[in-house]
């Protein structure tokens, strides 16, 4: 069967198509027009998905590289062909998100959600014309596509597909994938090798090494069984500006380098005039140059660290009072509390930054929350409460690479990270000794070179800060 890849539907912050062919490479506009690579990389991809040589197809995407995007060609590819497709997401924000790009970019075709037994429809979904809501397969087939999270694929039993697309595949535990394997003929596995590993909360040790552990991603697993599927990878972010992408995949994605799909000086960030204190020279270091890190004294503290709690809703507070103005390739918009986020890692330091928010009058509208539940989002400014930062000690969980990946590549326009002094001496009193296990592969990039790399950037774009004094 031969598909022909449908037109892209742009998201509201693409720059164009959002998949680039492999010989985009470098900063800036060096390589070819992003958008005929992306065109081209499309149809490599459908090609192998379905040219019926593989079962599966995998496609590596840094951040903001149009997973989504692809998703929906993909879809309205098979579906202008007549085929039906389940899609598996991982949490229902994901399904929806699916959902409404379907309807945004072709209200003609039908499209299923399914969902348990007693679920709330969101009102973003419920309003749309074209899209059926059941709890049963059955009931949704006469949709070209069905959409619906692993767990909930999981139940299902008597339907099969010719087609399956897995979205955030990495973020999908391989004991997810083995119940719903038998449901589809073929699958185009969908994600991004530099955001957070699955995780557990209990002990894991028991299955380390075997070649099924299901702590493992569901492309890891399902690469080492399959070595022979195809790897696409998407080399273009069309989030990341220019003075973004290269720290980005430099930090977190050696292997697998990457550019921006803008050059510089297509984006720029304007604020009003400031004062002269240490959050207005943070801000106008992070407008100028896309970074700034805005370092808090030495000192061990609590993990809700009161300064820095207070630094993080200082800057957000400020920001917004100075009536940020983004400029990019789409014109210009202010920049409103929607869109802007302050990331950080445990679910305390969001609770006291949320009342710290509330305290300097941010009442509403600025997202606020961990590393793993802003994964997949995109802002304009994003504010981040460093994971090493004020602490005696650099564990397993603080170094992991991909939580920092997370909290420095969700922005668009600027970045600006609050750590107190010392981490680099922290990383070097404290190097990676987790323990070795046979048949484990590596991970790279090791969390604690990438935290290197990282700071040894943001030290050229450093204010220091004097918590609560008058150039606070």
Not at 240 to 254: D, G, H, K
């Amino acid at each position: 069967m031969t598909l022909t890849a449908v037109p892209a539907a742009a998201g509201p912050s693409a720059a164009g198509p959002s998949v680039a062919g492999p010989s985009a490479a470098g900063p800036g506009r060096a390589g070819p027009d992003p958008a005929r690579a992306a065109a081209e990389a499309t149809a490599a991809v459908l090609a192998d998905f379905t040219g019926g040589r593989h079962r599966g197809v995998i496609v590596d995407s840094p951040p903001g590289a149009g997973k989504s995007t692809l998703v929906v060609t993909a879809a309205r590819a098979i579906a202008a062909a007549g085929e039906p497709l389940m899609i598996v997401a991982q949490t229902n924000e994901q399904v929806d998100d699916l959902i409404v790009r379907f309807a945004a970019a072709d209200p003609h075709i039908a499209v299923g959600r399914l969902s348990a037994r007693g679920h709330t429809p969101s009102p973003r979904v419920a309003s749309l014309d074209g899209v059926t809501i059941a709890h049963a397969v059955d009931d949704l087939a006469g949709c070209a596509i069905v959409v619906g999270t692993a767990d909930k694929w999981a139940y299902t039993r008597a339907a099969r597909f010719p087609w399956a697309i897995v979205d955030e595949a990495y973020q999908m535990r391989s004991d997810k994938l083995l119940p719903i394997a038998t449901l589809f003929d073929r699958a185009l596995f969908v994600g991004d090798p530099g955001q957070l590993d699955p995780f557990s909360t209990v002990g894991v040790d028991r299955w380390a090494g075997l070649s099924w552990d299901p702590m493992q991603s569901a492309v890891a697993v399902l690469a080492r069984h399959n070595p022979d599927l195809p790897v696409h990878r998407l080399p273009v972010s069309w989030r990341l500006p220019a003075n973004a992408a290269p720290l980005v995949a430099q930090a977190f994605y050696p292997d697998t380098p990457f550019r921006s799909g803008t050059a510089e000086g297509d984006r720029r960030l304007e604020l009003a005039a400031g004062d002269a204190g240490a959050v207005d020279r943070t801000l106008d270091v992070a407008a100028a140059t896309g970074w700034a890190l805005h370092e808090l004294p030495a000192r061990h503290t609590v993990r809700t660290d009161a300064e820095a709690v207070r630094a993080c809703a200082r800057l957000a507070a400020r920001l917004l009072a100075r009536r940020p103005v983004a400029y990019d390739e789409h014109g210009s918009h202010e920049i409103g509390p929607e869109r802007i986020a302050i990331g950080c890692a445990h679910k305390d330091q969001v609770a006291a930054i949320r009342a710290a928010c509330a305290a300097e009058g941010v009442s509403g509208g600025v997202t606020v929350d961990t590393a793993n539940r802003l994964q997949g989002r995109e802002y304009d400014v994003v504010i981040v409460l460093h994971p090493l930062s004020g602490r005696r000690d650099a564990t397993a969980f603080h170094l992991e690479a991909g939580r920092l990946c997370v909290l420095t590549s969700r922005h668009r326009h600027a970045c600006v990270v609050v750590a107190r002094a010392g981490i680099p001496e922290l990383l070097d009193a404290h190097p990676s000794t987790g323990g070795v296990h046979l048949g484990v592969p590596v991970k790279f990039p090791d969390g604690w070179e990438a935290n290197h790399a990282v700071l040894d950037h943001l030290a050229r774009h450093r204010v220091p800060a004097v918590p609560d004094g008058p150039g606070r």
